[in-house]
């Protein structure tokens, strides 16, 4: 199922989904993009090369919180959290979709199940949008990602630079049962196609293949003594990372009353790893920095057979320092010309 | 309520509860009940599975549970007060709840070692969970080939378990040599260190599995003379520990290499410990 939307009724569009739940989309916040609820009168930035935080958080939100209790008399209470609406996740791009991907290996696909990832994964319909202007940032051809297909979304969207207008193809039954709409707002494409159809990025150099391979038995490896000392252990790279899904635990309250709740957490912060005894396993930034790139790079190729990477280019974006996964890469040998 | 929501934990009350020890890092012995009739019958655990128990509004912690499945419908757990949780939870006694969820990780495997003698070495808190192997194969006596136990602290005040080792010794299906490292009065056990005991006692590695667990210090000299007594990578066993939050794989912190110590542990054959780079940082 094809339709196109024409670029005047894109508003309408917002609109219509927006009162079928809660619509997510890429919205400009002064200088930069993030993936967040549409309100009207947001200005809306399908044309912009990736949102400055990636989309993770419509599944695995930076707080959430799981259970409350409250002690009524001898009696205690336990209740859920909040209860989860229908999300429509509109312009997610490829390499992000790839990294949900990676996510649902680790919260799905391994026993047990994650309940409230799934819940959330369940009742989003994500539309993703073709990439046709990657930034100089971007580097997903590396892994092997096609910026102008979307295996996995529910509906892949393509938008025409010239007219501004956007076809919808529907990839599933949930991507499908979006676009049976309004005929007025979306029409029927009659063999049209948007975009180019070929969008390459840039590669830095980079070379992959056997790298993970070759990372085993590297634990001891001298570049890791100079890798990590221009880190600042600001923990950005974790915080703006598609790929990045560590977690706290925490209550808040007292015995009366009060919450469970989890939040986003970070290997990069000392604390990741501080037993209450005073031990730390990882107790510098260098052990830090070895066991983010590591997990990336060899640790969840090992488990899931590809690297933790799907190249939006945030990590280089932000990193105040640029040790990005690109520094990582070749400092520990994956060029094109280099012999390992 | 996801009633699938594998966060989200079940009560229990505590029965009894005593100290084993004193000090600062006191640990006390909690003997906990579920409260649901149901969750007491469908619990299920192996000796070297843990469980996060927690206080509401303080938090969770991964603690070893230190009783034997054949021990009955109820669960034991051995907390040294040691941080923010672990200290809330020596402020509860008799009647008060905490919350549990598990059991978690891998177990020993105690089945695969039936016709084996079973030689257990710990040290300090690290006979918890030891203790659910020597209650197990107690329980199932016939089907093991031996159980010798050898177990040391600081100080006799610092021996976890005192009131069980008396009747133990008097078993002569099972020998039980307790150690502590400096001489005290009216002590009339070992005096010295774990592995030198180990090394005095000169176990026969022939059909033995060894199992270790104690602080890292110890353990890597036990190691070291299981090695010098002959015994075989395959067969020594310890356990890792590890900050934990979530129990199930999926929080990211404690992992040693590709492995987590929550799931693919805590138990690891000495075997495939060796080649992980992290298992003992």
Known sequence: MKKI??????????????????????????????FKEWTAGDEVALDAPTSAISPKDIFFPREETYMRYRCRGPVLELSAGEEFEPVTAFGVHPCDLKAFEMLDRVYLDQDPVDELYRDRRARTTVVALACFAPDPFCFCSVFGIDPVSAPGADVIAHLDRQSGNLMLEAQTVKGEALLKGDASLLTEANGQSYGPALVKTADFGLKLSGLSENLKGRFEDPAWDKLYKSCLGCGVCTYVCPTCYCFDVEDYGHEMAGERF??????????FTLMAGGHNPRPSRKERIRQRFLHKLQYYPETYGEIACVGCGRCLRSCPVNLDIVQAIIALGGEQNVQR | MTADNPYIPYFATIEDSWFETGGDRCIKTFKVVFDDPAVRDSWNHKPGQCAMIGVLGEGESMISISCSPTEGKFLRFSVMKMGKVTQALHKL???????????????????????????????????APLRPIVEFVKSNREKYAGLTMIYGARSAGDLCFKGEFDQMSKRDDLSCHLTIDIEEEGWDHNVGFVPQMLLDLNPSPENTIAVTCGPPIMIRFVLENLKKLGFSDEQVYT???????????KCGRCNAGCMYVCKDGPVFSYSVLKDIPE???
Not at chain 1, 17 to 32: N, R, S
Not at chain 2, 241 to 248: L, S, T
């Open chain 2, 239 to 249: 356990t890792l520990e590890n900050r934990m939050k979530c129990g199930i794989g």
């Open chain 1, 262 to 271: 989890r939040c986003w957490d970070s290997c990069m912060y000392g604390q």
């Open chain 1, 5 to 34: 939307v024409t670029a005047d009724k894109l508003p309408v569009l917002w609109s219509h989904l927006a009162g079928q739940g809660k619509l997510l989309l890429p919205v400009k916040e002064g200088p930069t993009v993030l």
């Open chain 2, 93 to 127: 006694e008799a009647g008060d709840k905490m919350t549990v969820r598990g059991p978690y990780g891998n177990s020993f495997p105690v089945d695969d070692w039936q016709g084996k003698k079973i030689l257990t070495i710990g040290g300090g808190i690290g006979q």
């Open chain 2, 279 to 281: 298992a003992f940082a």
